[in-house]
């Protein structure tokens, strides 16, 4: 896939003096779109070169909806699903995401063929584009399940997972993995891993350029401390020119973010897009060609969402909690934080959410004076 490089150095903060007439534009109401698709359907293409990564306790659905406003073509991803967990748990609210999230993607859990089979039916009769394995979790629950990076021991199983969740469905089915595990690490053993999903249909795999430690690391430390190994994920590429190859980890600027996107067919974010998601904003914008949407622009709409969402009954710190980053960097930002961790403890949302949209217009007012 190709990158518009001529775009690359659109790299602009804020815009609140510009006029809304960019890729993604939205009323009230109807949610953010993307030129990439439109209705409440999945996509029929895919553009995989700009992706936001699965987080738990991070990509629910009020994440995603913040996202897709700054980020109006990224494709998103959830929080790992357990395919158990859909067998047997409230399905709906599982599987609730917004029309406006589009394109997006479940990312499932579970080794059993026939459970992931009957878990990505339901996703795709939900709406999702996409239905993602996850073989790179190396969380002590996961493994205990048998499943995240532990799958990586057994291609062949996986292989039949996918066989079977391809069979199942109509969407995309694709596979999100590690470099290797413990100490099979070596490039050969991820070559005939991805050979053998490969031949089983899986056309996408992303992966997290660094392995994992499946005893003695922490989840956290294991996104931390194994090396990245980047040139592996491009060998890869150069191996399976027929795959879609996404890179994975450790991206968190744009002049890496944006050369990586050279070598392999799409990046992907998780930790620096939550973090900073204006920057996820400028990547957007670089990479599919259109004006950064503003801060006070996204924020306004993620307003007249929270919204609507109270009164639904939604709690406005559940939505909230996910703007942490919006000032990152910037003037305010400390401020904005502290508004965001403390108020919406009170009972009034209402009351609240006009007092956050204040501050969030005088930040800006603010950063504007300082430019001008
Ligand atoms: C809080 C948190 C939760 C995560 N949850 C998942 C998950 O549910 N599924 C998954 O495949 N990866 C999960 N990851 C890993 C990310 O998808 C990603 O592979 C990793 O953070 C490396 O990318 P980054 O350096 O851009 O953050 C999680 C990461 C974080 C920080």
Redesign the pocket.
């Known amino acids: 896939m190709a990158m518009d490089r001529e775009t690359g150095s659109v790299l602009r903060w804020p815009e609140a003096d510009r006029e809304p007439t960019r890729a993604g534009d939205v009323t009230a109401g109807s949610g953010p779109g993307t030129s990439a698709r439109s209705g409440p359907g999945p996509s029929s293409v895919l553009d995989r070169r700009l992706n936001v ?6 990509t629910d659905r009020h994440c995603r909806y913040f996202l897709r406003l700054v980020a109006p073509q990224t494709l998103l ?1 959830t ?2 699903v357990t395919a158990a967990a859909l067998m047997h748990g409230d399905r709906a609210r599982l599987l609730a995401f917004d029309p406006a999230e589009h394109p997006v993607a479940l ?1 499932l ?1 579970g080794s059993e063929p026939d459970e992931l089979a009957a878990a990505a039916r339901y996703g795709a009769a939900a709406g999702y584009d996409e239905i993602n394995l ?1 073989v ?2 190396p969380s002590d629950r996961v493994q205990a399940g048998c499943f ?1 990076a532990a799958l990586m021991l057994e291609p062949e199983r996986v292989a039949a997972c996918v066989a079977a969740m391809r069979d199942a469905v109509d969407v995309p089915v694709t596979v ?1 993995t590690r470099l290797g595990v413990d100490h099979h690490d070596s490039y050969e053993f991820l070559r005939d891993f991805v050979g053998t999903i490969a031949e089983a249909g899986c056309r996408t795999v992303i992966v ?1 350029a660094r392995k994992a430690w499946l005893k003695g690391l922490s ?2 430390q294991n ?1 931390e401390i194994p090396p990245l190994d980047y040139a592996r994920v491009h060998r890869l590429k150069r191996d399976f020119p027929e795959l879609d190859v996404i890179l ?5 600027d744009e002049a890496t973010t944006l050369a990586e996107l050279g070598r392999v067919d799409g990046v ?7 973090d900073d998601p204006m920057l996820l904003a400028r990547l957007d914008a670089a990479i599919f060609g259109h004006e950064p949407v503003s801060v006070n622009e996204a924020l306004e709409r993620f307003f007249e969402y929270a919204e609507r969402e109270i009164g639904k009954g939604t709690r406005l710190r559940a939505m909230t909690r996910h703007l942490m980053g919006v000032f990152a960097g910037r003037p305010g930002g400390r401020a904005w934080r502290r508004a965001l961790g403390e108020w919406p403890r009170a009972d009034d949302d209402r009351a609240t959410l006009a007092k956050l949209r204040a501050l969030a217009q005088s930040l800006v007012r603010d950063r504007l004076s300082r430019v001008f």
């Open positions: 990564a699965p987080m738990m306790e991070r991803y929080e790992m990312q859990g996850n790179g979790c995240g999100k997290h989840p956290k996104r994975n980890g450790g991206l968190k992907m974010l998780g930790r620096a897009a939550y």
